[in-house]
């Protein structure tokens, strides 16, 4: 079964620094990997999403997001934050396995990202 | 293009009284999902069509919740009787079809507070 865990339930970091919010996941077949971010009061919105190929991958708002096979993670990253990027971040696995959980996202708990002035 | 659109977009209930969301998918998406998202948690899935066939529906409380998509587009989501543990935001969303690389779009969202 698949599963996500996401380290740091909050993450606080100053206007400018760099943001570092960690996803580890298990999967028994690799795993298709996405990152959504949730807005106070709103649906979730897709950053980036990992299928195959390069295991960098870029977002949205510049955001990206690496995946690392031989530590199960997929963490995202951003140089610089911004006030704006504050929100929830959710890290989510879907495994390609066939049966009736094919395509199935299993979310993490998620991570708050604050950002201080 | 218009996105995932739900209704209502927020609901307060007494207990044992029922509830009705209703989701219009994004025009296309042949897959349709309701996830339920509680406090302080990711979103976790209720159940799962495939145009109008319930394809994955293992974790419905069937005792007190039912869904429909009558024509395989728009969809209904049902509690009866809503207890205080449902307050929760009911996510729809959609896809263009399963897949396991395939994007899906999320709705805002019902949020549901059960008294």
């Known amino acids: 079964a698949q599963s996500v865990t996401q380290l740091g339930s909050h993450v606080s970091v100053s206007e400018g620094a760099l943001v570092l919010l960690r996803c580890n996941y298990s999967s028994s077949v690799p795993p298709y990997l996405f990152w959504y971010v949730q807005y106070p009061n709103q649906g979730l919105q897709l950053l980036l999403k990992y299928t195959t190929g390069a295991t960098l991958v870029k977002g949205i708002n510049g955001f990206e997001a690496e995946f690392k096979k031989s530590e199960t993670s997929f963490h995202l990253t951003k140089p610089s934050a911004h006030m704006s990027d504050a929100a929830e971040y959710f890290c989510a696995v879907s495994e390609d396995g066939g049966g009736t959980s094919y395509g199935k996202l299993t979310f993490g708990q998620g991570t708050i990202l604050t950002v201080h002035p | 293009e218009a996105g995932v659109v739900q209704s209502p977009r927020y609901k307060i209930i007494e207990k044992k009284q029922p509830v009705a969301f209703w989701c219009n998918p994004i025009?296309?998406?042949?897959?349709l999902y309701w996830y339920r998202q509680n406090l302080g948690q990711g979103p976790e899935l209720l159940i799962r069509y495939e145009n109008e066939e319930a394809v994955d529906d293992s974790q419905l409380p069937k005792d007190r919740f039912s869904a429909e998509r009558l024509k395989g587009v728009d969809s209904t989501l049902k509690i009866q009787p809503a207890e205080l543990g449902d307050s929760a935001v009911y996510l729809c969303?959609?896809?263009?079809?399963?897949?396991?690389?395939?994007?899906?779009?999320f709705g805002e969202g019902s949020w549901l507070t059960v008294v």
């Open positions: 969303a959609s896809s263009l079809s399963v897949g396991a690389g395939n994007t899906i779009y």
């Open positions: 025009s296309g998406h042949n897959t």
